[in-house]
């Protein structure tokens, strides 16, 4: 009597090609800005089935509420920089606090989420043969000294200071990305994202174009940061999504840019908010903090040619959407 031997198991082990047709999808930092959004667009997708694990620090469960006892979803509590167990096919990693205000609140804990957190990402991508993609930033540019910033440009950044745990450790989970790639041969990708706004921003997250939206809505006065003159460039929440899809699915490693060149000064954006929001309100200038960078705009031209991407939303048409959002949750009704 013979008996067949079963096949031998792929290595590494693939599991939605081998098990069933469903790609599995882990997005650490799900229940955040970006993140949630990301999960809305996953989960449009029948074949995909989406696992979130956050900690909650800058999050909210209310960010999923519509998936929640979803049979494709799946919410876990649990902080990145501790060792995770979970069989996927790709990784989204995004978990680390954005704001200034939230990464600077304990800094400490910045640099262990960035850094212990990809390890142990990394390590997970390792183990199942997962592709992985980080949600790096701008500012790994630190300061820049080149206008607008192409992905090869290396930065200008302070080691030592108050942004330090968020820019630093960005640039050192960019680094291990890099390293598992070239020493495991882990499927990476780099997205380094620019400014993104919309709706679902925590409403006293700090960052500006929230801050503004909030303070015109209950008739606070605009605080711009001196001198006013710095720029950023704002990206449409689902823009940015599309970008990050396209990124994970396409063939490139990256680092690449992902956001909208569209450049504006704060004192510029504060005007914008102001005529379309709230022409009453006031526009204050306030101290800046420390180390705040003085330009920032992407040079999007390898998304353009690689990924075939670029934003489609402009910050006029961008703005009156993440209104709508903070009109419900601040419980302020338009004016007739
Ligand atoms: P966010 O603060 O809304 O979301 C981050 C999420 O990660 C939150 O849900 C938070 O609770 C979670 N988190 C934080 N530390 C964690 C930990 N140790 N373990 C598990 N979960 C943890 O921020 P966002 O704007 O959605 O940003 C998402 C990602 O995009 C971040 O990696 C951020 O660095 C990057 N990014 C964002 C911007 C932007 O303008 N929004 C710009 C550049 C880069
Ligand atoms: N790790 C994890 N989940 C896994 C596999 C690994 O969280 O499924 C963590 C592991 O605890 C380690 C990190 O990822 O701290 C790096 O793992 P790797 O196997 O690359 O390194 P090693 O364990 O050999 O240090
Ligand atoms: N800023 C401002 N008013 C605010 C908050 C921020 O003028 O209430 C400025 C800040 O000085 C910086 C820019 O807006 O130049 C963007 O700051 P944010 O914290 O949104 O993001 P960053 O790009 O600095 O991470």
């Not at 020493?183 to 801050?211: C, K, L, W």
Request: aromatic share 8%.
């Amino acid at each position: 009597q013979t008996t067949s031997k079963p096949p031998p198991l792929p290595s590494p082990l693939r599991f939605s090609k081998f098990f069933q047709s469903n790609m599995r999808i882990l997005v650490t930092g799900g229940a955040g800005f970006i993140g949630s959004h990301l999960v809305d667009k996953l989960m449009e997708n029948e074949k995909n089935e989406v696992i979130v694990v956050d900690n909650y620090f800058t999050g909210s469960k209310d960010n999923l509420r519509k998936w929640i006892d979803h049979p494709r979803f799946e919410l876990i509590r649990h902080d990145v920089t501790e060792p995770l167990l979970v069989e996927v096919d790709q990784i989204y990693h995004l978990a680390c606090p954005a704001s200034p205000i939230f990464y600077k609140y304990n800094p400490v804990k910045t640099i262990k989420t960035n850094v212990i957190g990809t390890l142990n990402m990394l390590g997970l991508a390792k183990r199942v043969g997962a592709r992985i993609l980080l949600t790096s930033t701008s500012e790994v540019y630190g300061d820049p000294l080149i206008h607008p910033q192409p992905e090869t440009y290396w930065g200008n950044v302070n080691p030592i200071g108050v942004r330090s745990c968020y820019d630093e450790g960005k640039r050192v989970a960019e680094t291990l990305m890099f390293d598992y790639h070239r020493q495991h041969g882990i499927e990476i990708r780099i997205a380094r994202i620019f400014n993104t706004y919309g709706p679902r921003m925590n409403i006293d997250d700090g960052r500006v174009v929230s801050n503004f939206i909030a303070q015109a809505l209950r008739g606070e006065p605009l605080t711009v940061q001196k001198p006013g003159t710095q720029t950023r460039s704002f990206c449409y929440v689902s823009d940015m999504v599309d970008g990050l899809i396209r990124l994970m699915e396409g063939e490139n490693t990256g680092p690449i840019n992902i956001g909208n060149p569209g450049e504006f000064t704060m004192l510029e954006l504060a005007e914008a908010v102001k005529e379309l929001i709230n022409p009453e309100v006031e526009i204050k200038m306030v101290e800046n903090t420390p180390d705040d960078p003085r330009q920032r705009k992407p040079d999007i031209t390898k998304a353009k040619e690689l990924l075939g991407w670029e934003p489609k939303v402009k910050l006029r048409d961008g703005l009156p959407l993440m209104e709508e959002d903070f009109r419900l949750r601040l419980g302020v009704s338009k004016k007739k």
